[in-house]
């Protein structure tokens, strides 16, 4: 059975310096992987996915995350936060009976 | 291309009433999805469809109802609307692979009083 967990509900990080946001997966198939963010009273906008082909994959607004088959994980990274990344973030991951879990969100604070 | 669109944006019901939210894309997608998101929560799927005249129980079905008559339109009815079903509903779809992404409308903002 499928299952997502974001290891961290909330993470604050002062802007200028990085960010890691976590997760870990579990599927019996080889999964897909996505991130998508969704800013206060806004919907979900797609970061990045994994679909099987380069591990590291590059998004929008200059994050990236990794897939990692060996630690069922698929962090997401940014090198300097700035305070417009301040938003919800949720991993999801869908495989190929369908589902599509969703994690429980990970809310990233920057501080000035 | 529009997306997802979805109407009204904000509403608000009085216990008993009904209504339906309004979903619409133009990608041609065969997937469409309904969830809902409470406050300080994640994505709860309601009903989804995988395509025109299929449609399919998600996590928290009850109280609510889809249809599917096209491959455009998804709309949600929800009959006897209760306070618990105050929440802010998000409509998405997806194309037929799972590879594929999800796209999400900008969401009805539901309160039920």
């Known amino acids: 059975a499928q299952s997502v967990t974001q290891l961290d509900s909330h993470v604050s990080v002062s802007e200028g310096t990085p960010v890691l946001l976590r997760c870990n997966y579990s599927s019996s198939y080889s999964p897909s992987l996505f991130w998508y963010v969704q800013h206060p009273n806004k919907g979900l906008q797609l970061l990045l996915k994994y679909t099987s082909a380069a591990t590291l994959v590059k998004g929008i607004n200059g994050f990236e995350a990794e897939f990692k088959k060996s630690e069922t994980s698929f962090h997401l990274t940014k090198p300097s936060a700035h305070m417009s990344d301040a938003a919800e973030y949720f991993c999801v991951v869908s495989d190929r009976d369908d589902k599509i879990i969703f994690g429980k969100g990970t809310r990233l604070h920057i501080l000035p | 291309n529009a997306g997802v669109t979805q109407t009204p944006k904000f509403r608000i019901l009085k216990i008993g009433q009904s209504m339906t939210l309004q979903c619409t894309q133009d990608?041609?997608?065969?997937?469409m999805y309904w969830y809902r998101q409470d406050p300080g929560m994640g994505l709860k799927l309601i009903y989804y469809s995988v395509g025109a005249g299929i449609t399919d129980k998600g996590e928290v079905p009850n109280g609510y109802n889809v249809s599917r008559s096209t491959t455009e339109d998804f709309p949600l009815r929800l009959e006897l609307a209760a306070p618990s079903q105050t929440s802010v509903y998000f409509c998405?779809?997806?194309?037929?692979?799972?590879?594929?992404?999800?796209?999400f409308g900008p969401g009805t903002r539901l309160t039920v009083l």
């Open positions: 998405a779809s997806r194309g037929f692979s799972s590879y594929n992404e999800q796209f």
């Open positions: 990608m041609n997608h065969n997937y």
